[in-house]
């Protein structure tokens, strides 16, 4: 597919390939998924479902078992619990490394003027975290990422199989990437 990319978008690729992130639906295999990951893969908590302080436990013992394995730890809603950045759709001062959340042109453009160092870009296809969402497909999400400046990370129903359907190598998944569906 000629989509795929431009000299100028492989140039700036610099963050992990492969992202695990974390939710209620897929708590109780991530430690399983964390270890089977590609070492120096990413790993996003973010377990709003949790109180804070068994949040921040569940933080420490899943951030542990990331770090064994040399990936990136990025948090949600929270900050100085020692991750390497956060995720979300506004950046967050002295936090580190800021991964957005994206879904259109606009607010591509808005994270990359507030600094974003990355951009997950979704929903790809439908996916059980929104279902009722409308979807990017794989030109919509094609045509979107070529307008960034930073990585993209595709999100949103995505999976190996998808992943290869979509022909990006930088993706998340939540209950793609669950220990048995790591390879």
Same mark, same amino acid.
Request: net charge positive; aromatic share 10%; proline share 4%.
């Given at each position: 597919m000629g989509l795929r990319y431009s000299v100028p978008v492989t140039s700036r690729q610099t963050l992990p390939l492969l992202w695990l992130l974390s939710d209620a639906r897929n708590d109780a295999g991530l430690e399983d998924a964390l270890a089977a990951l590609p070492r120096g893969s990413g790993f996003?908590?973010?377990?709003?479902h949790l109180p804070e302080a068994e949040r921040r436990q569940?933080?420490?013992?899943?951030?542990?078992i990331a770090r064994e394995r040399s990936h990136s730890v990025i948090l949600s809603r929270a900050s100085g619990w020692g991750e390497d950045g956060h995720y979300g759709a506004r950046r967050v001062e002295g936090s580190g490394l800021w991964l957005a959340t994206t879904h259109d042109g606009d607010e591509i453009r808005d994270a990359i003027s507030?600094?974003? #160092?990355?951009?997950?870009?979704? +929903? @790809?296809f439908p996916t059980a975290s929104h279902p009722a969402s409308a979807t990017l497909g794989v030109h919509?999400?094609?045509?979107? #990422?070529?307008?960034?400046?930073? +990585? @993209?990370?595709?999100?949103?129903?995505?999976?190996?199989?998808?992943a290869r359907e979509l022909d990006w190598p930088r993706w998340g998944a939540i209950d793609g990437l669950t220990s048995t569906n790591i390879t």
């Open positions: 996003v908590f973010r377990h709003y569940r933080f420490e013992t899943l951030s542990r507030a600094g974003a #160092a990355g951009i997950f870009l979704s +929903p @790809v919509g999400f094609h045509v979107l #990422a070529q307008q960034s400046s930073v +990585p @993209v990370i595709a999100l949103g129903g995505m999976n190996h199989e998808r």
